[in-house]
């Protein structure tokens, strides 16, 4: 069992920052890929960055390229999504997502049916 808890949201303006963090308990993370989806009113959920459990290789969704950043403390079981240069169309509730264990160290994934563990989500909304 995998129990996943977002924090870091909030109320920021255009062109602000927020960091988004993600713990777990009940398992450590050592060996699960994590990804950051996202979901505004009325629209579907949508893939945002991903992680694999070597914490080498990353990918991000084309919108958040060279603004959001997804990192990973294994010793604190933590995940985090940095997130710069904030636009309105960044506001959602941001949930974190785990998949594993996995072998393979460098894997990871935007398919969030492939994720089997969700967060509740945190809430972030940027004001223009």
């Known amino acids: 069992q995998v129990q996943l808890v977002e924090s870091g949201g909030g109320l920021v303006q255009t062109g602000g920052s927020l960091t988004l963090s993600c713990t777990a308990s009940?398992?450590?993370?050592?060996?699960?890929?994590m990804g950051w989806f996202r979901q505004a009113p009325g629209k579907e959920r949508e893939f945002v960055a991903t992680?694999?459990?070597?914490?080498?290789?990353?990918y991000y969704t084309d919108s958040v390229k060279g603004r959001f950043a997804i990192s990973r403390d294994p010793a604190e079981n933590t995940v985090y999504l940095q997130m710069n240069s904030l636009e309105p169309e960044d506001s959602a509730v941001y949930y974190c997502?785990?998949?594993?264990?996995?072998?393979?160290?460098?894997?990871?994934?935007?398919?969030?049916?492939?994720?089997?563990?969700w967060g509740r989500g945190t809430q972030v909304t940027v004001s223009s």
């Open positions: 997502a785990a998949n594993g264990p996995r072998n393979g160290g460098n894997y990871y994934s935007s398919d969030e049916k492939e994720y089997d563990y």
């Open positions: 009940g398992r450590t993370l050592t060996r699960y890929v």
């Open positions: 992680i694999s459990w070597s914490g080498f290789s990353t």
